[in-house]
């Protein structure tokens, strides 16, 4: 039996449901064993980065490998920042660089592209992180959300469903 695919009608419900993925998998209690000792995770979070974009920069990748490893990821980072954070609260600045970057800047490249993208979050965290220091113009709280949103388009990208049109009934939590 097949399970069938759950298909949102637009880009807001597609983020959230990657977001909602990735929160569920870690209420669930899914971690890498060394969740615990931050200094270990942010090693982990660069290996894993480096092994997966040594076989699939430029490749073909299986959308649920792709997903997957993008949610574990994701998971990695909240680690590392605030534990009480979830995917889920970087929604509204997905949404607001969303409406500022519109759908070409991640179409150009694709998931290589996003891999890019991580690639330099996680050398500007791995970089704070050894120097101890306060960043100066971007905090680790703003890194680890734009790490997480990077693993959310990833899965978007991954699962066809970036291109889908965005709620127009959205409404940005500061215009509340």
Same mark, same amino acid.
């Given at each position: 039996?097949?399970?069938?695919?759950?298909?949102?009608?637009?880009?807001?419900?597609?983020?959230?449901?990657?977001?909602?993925?990735?929160?569920?998998?870690?209420?669930?209690?899914?971690?890498?064993?060394?969740?615990?000792?931050?200094?270990?995770?942010?090693?982990?979070?660069?290996?894993?980065?480096?092994?997966?974009?040594?076989?699939?920069?430029?490749?073909?990748?299986?959308?649920?490998?792709?997903?997957?490893?993008?949610? =574990?990821?994701? !998971?990695?980072?909240?680690?590392? +920042?605030?534990?009480?954070?979830?995917?889920?609260?970087? /929604? #509204? %600045?997905?949404?607001?660089?969303?409406?500022?970057?519109?759908?070409?800047?991640?179409?150009?490249?694709?998931?290589?592209?996003?891999?890019?993208?991580?690639?330099?979050?996680?050398?500007?965290?791995?970089?704070?992180?050894?120097?101890?220091?306060?960043?100066?113009?971007?905090?680790?709280?703003?890194?680890? =959300?734009?790490? !997480?949103?990077?693993?959310?388009? +990833?899965?978007?990208?991954?699962?066809?469903?970036?291109? /889908? #049109? %965005?709620?127009?009934?959205?409404?940005?939590?500061?215009?509340?």
């Amino acid at each position: 039996m097949t399970i069938p695919r759950i298909n949102p009608e637009t880009w807001d419900a597609a983020a959230g449901l990657m977001a909602n993925s990735i929160d569920v998998k870690r209420a669930r209690g899914v971690r890498h064993p060394f969740h615990a000792d931050p200094d270990a995770s942010l090693g982990v979070l660069r290996n894993e980065y480096d092994h997966f974009s040594a076989t699939y920069y430029g490749a073909e990748v299986d959308e649920d490998i792709a997903c997957n490893w993008f949610q =574990a990821m994701a !998971i990695i980072t909240l680690d590392l +920042g605030d534990h009480s954070e979830s995917a889920s609260a970087v /929604l #509204p %600045l997905l949404r607001s660089k969303m409406e500022d970057y519109g759908y070409d800047n991640i179409d150009r490249f694709g998931l290589d592209g996003i891999l890019v993208r991580l690639h330099d979050k996680i050398a500007r965290l791995e970089n704070l992180w050894e120097r101890g220091a306060e960043a100066n113009n971007e905090s680790l709280t703003d890194t680890h =959300a734009d790490i !997480i949103g990077y693993c959310i388009i +990833g899965c978007m990208v991954a699962m066809d469903l970036w291109r /889908l #049109p %965005l709620n127009d009934r959205f409404v940005h939590p500061s215009m509340s």
